[in-house]
């Protein structure tokens, strides 16, 4: 279960040493479900993990760096995109890791690659320009950001609705008339901790 992986990576994590604070940017964000309370930060060889604090627990937090080779062995670095998937037809679960043409499927059970596939053969976006960003919105949503605009997949229905292009200035997601969340805003990045309060709306 996820319960179980939170805590052998968090048993894990304490034997290794390393180094604390964290990036002002990231190559990829992700977590491994839509209601997992740890989001995964990729830069570089590297990643950090934040923590939403919950009821009872904790106040949110960042978690110090660890090599890739650590927790996420065999995928690649200075990654493309990173997003979380669940197939449609199994219903088993994964984090996707996007380099180049490349999208690696790592089983969140496994803790290990479970298929390696070309990304436009898989996801086939249209034009098949290549992705610089992706976000798993809900369970049955991806947008997979390319140069200039995004498109919106549908998970079960495997297609993008709707069908065409959408321009950047035609993104609602992330609300603009809001600060930015400190953790993309270097003004307030400390060499510590930082906090992640990114809100989406539709």
């Given amino acids: 279960s996820c319960d179980k992986i939170v805590v052998e990576e968090e048993e894990e994590e304490e034997e290794e040493e390393v180094e604390t604070g964290c990036p002002v940017s990231f190559d990829a964000l992700a977590s491994r479900t839509t209601r997992d309370s740890m989001i995964f930060a990729f830069k570089g060889s590297r990643y950090w993990i934040y923590r939403r604090g919950?009821?009872?627990?904790?106040?949110?937090?960042?978690?110090?760096?660890?090599?890739?080779?650590?927790?996420?062995?065999?995928?690649?670095?200075?990654?493309?995109?990173?997003?979380?998937?669940?197939?449609?037809?199994?219903?088993?679960?994964?984090?996707?890791?996007?380099?180049?043409?490349?999208?690696?499927?790592?089983?969140?059970?496994?803790?290990?690659?479970?298929?390696?596939?070309?990304?436009?053969?898989?996801?086939?976006?249209?034009?098949?320009?290549?992705?610089?960003?992706?976000?798993?919105?809900?369970?049955?949503?991806?947008?997979?950001f390319v140069p200039f605009g995004f498109y919106i997949y549908n998970i079960k229905e495997k297609k993008y609705d709707p069908p065409n292009f959408q321009p950047m200035t035609t993104f609602q997601g992330m609300s603009l008339e809001s600060p930015l969340p400190e953790f993309l805003n270097p003004s307030t990045q400390t060499s510590s901790t930082s906090s992640l309060e990114t809100r989406f709306t539709r």
Wanted: hydrophobic content about 35%; aromatic content about 16%; overall charge negative.
């Fill in 54 to 144: 919950e009821t009872g627990a904790p106040k949110s937090h960042w978690r110090s760096g660890a090599e890739m080779s650590h927790g996420f062995a065999n995928i690649p670095v200075h990654l493309d995109a990173a997003f979380s998937y669940t197939d449609p037809d199994t219903r088993d679960r994964f984090m996707c890791f996007v380099k180049g043409p490349q999208v690696y499927f790592w089983d969140i059970l496994t803790r290990d690659i479970s298929k390696v596939s070309d990304f436009q053969s898989t996801f086939n976006i249209p034009g098949g320009l290549q992705i610089t960003a992706a976000h798993r919105w809900d369970e049955d949503t991806i947008y997979f």
